[in-house]
């Protein structure tokens, strides 16, 4: 119990509620107690963590990606989080612990420029070939804007990807696939920036392929 020393208007000594009264050289002062958190481990906030660490898994590897992808997103808060906010929200499902990403449904570029049209992509000879039509007279789109294609490798926790790579007119880009990901499914994708790098489309999902 904390002890008034000079009335009501003076300091106190103790405690009193979360608030601990003392004195140091003849000053008075009031300081709280520490607070204690206990780690809540409820079936929610379990299956909210496991979301937020498989999009966090997902993610890391193309940073530099999503800090383009994800630019006109960058408003209170990094590009990158605005990344997982989309992908917890949108992406990751399931019940914990069996948390899994739907990788159709991950936009690794998002935003208000056109995106391309009828696209397609096929791997072979240790490269992956991505073709679309040019749609540079629809929308917001134009003949100069960029690609922006990824393949990602989830069993190598590992990303190729180019930022600024062909024009939309070209309608194709190859992007180059490490050796070491023979065997391995790898998931692909399709973005694109305008030429002056302000606006950004939302990426299509191109399906996945075993590298052979």
């Known amino acids: 119990m904390g002890k008034i020393r000079k009335g009501v208007l003076g300091g106190f000594s103790g405690k009193v509620g979360p608030v601990i009264g003392s004195s140091w050289n003849g000053i008075s002062y009031m300081r709280s107690l520490p607070q204690h958190f206990n780690d809540a481990r409820t079936p929610r906030q379990l299956q909210q963590r496991a979301k937020f660490n498989k999009a966090m898994e997902f993610l890391t590897p193309i940073k530099d990606y999503i800090r383009v992808g994800y630019k006109t997103y960058a408003v209170k808060k990094s590009a990158f989080n605005a990344a997982v ?19 159709q449904r991950v936009l690794v570029s998002r935003g208000d420029l056109t995106p391309p049209k009828d696209v397609a992509a096929t791997i072979s000879e240790r490269c992956v070939t991505i073709t679309w039509s040019d749609n540079s007279a629809e929308g917001s789109a134009d003949a100069l ?68």
């Not at 906010?85 to 990788?103: F, H, L, Q, R, T």
């Not at 990824?150 to 590992?158: D, R």
């Open 85 to 103: 906010s989309y992908v917890v929200k949108n992406a990751v499902g399931g019940s914990y612990p069996d948390i899994e990403i739907n990788y």
């Open 145 to 212: 804007d960029l690609s922006m294609p990824l393949a990602y490798n989830v069993l190598k926790g590992q990303a190729v990807f180019e930022i600024a790579a062909t024009t939309r007119s070209s309608q194709s880009v190859v992007l180059p696939l490490p050796s070491n990901w023979l065997g391995d499914t790898i998931h692909l994708y399709l973005g694109f920036i305008s030429e002056d790098g302000m606006e950004v489309a939302n990426s299509v999902y191109l399906g996945s392929e075993i590298m052979m």
